[in-house]
């Protein structure tokens, strides 16, 4: 994955320009100009600061496609479902399929 790239759709998505990255992540607006400018490759301490800024992980950063962000509800459901057994788990996903009609 081309990191530069990246950094560009995200910073185009949130309509951001390089100095509010700069000031979101904490970083100086030289190292972010210099990725852009001087083709640097951002270090993985840089790109977790950039990351920070973002508000995302660096496994959202790099993943392909959408990633779905969990609240902290989604997120005890989900473990809580993980636990189940195969049985009580198509139990469970019947139940949501009745309440949903």
Known sequence: MD???RIRELLEELNWS???LAIESGLSQSTIANI???NTTP?????EMI???FGITLAQFFAEG???ELTDEQYKMFEDW???SPDKKHVLNELIAVMKN
Request: net charge positive; proline share 0%; glycine share 4%.
């Open 66 to 68: 959408n990633m779905v």
């Open 18 to 20: 390089e100095y509010r």
């Open 51 to 53: 990351c920070k800024g």
């Open 3 to 5: 990191a530069k790239k």
């Open 82 to 84: 993980r636990t189940l």
């Open 36 to 38: 852009f400018n001087r």
């Open 43 to 47: 270090s993985i301490a840089t790109l």
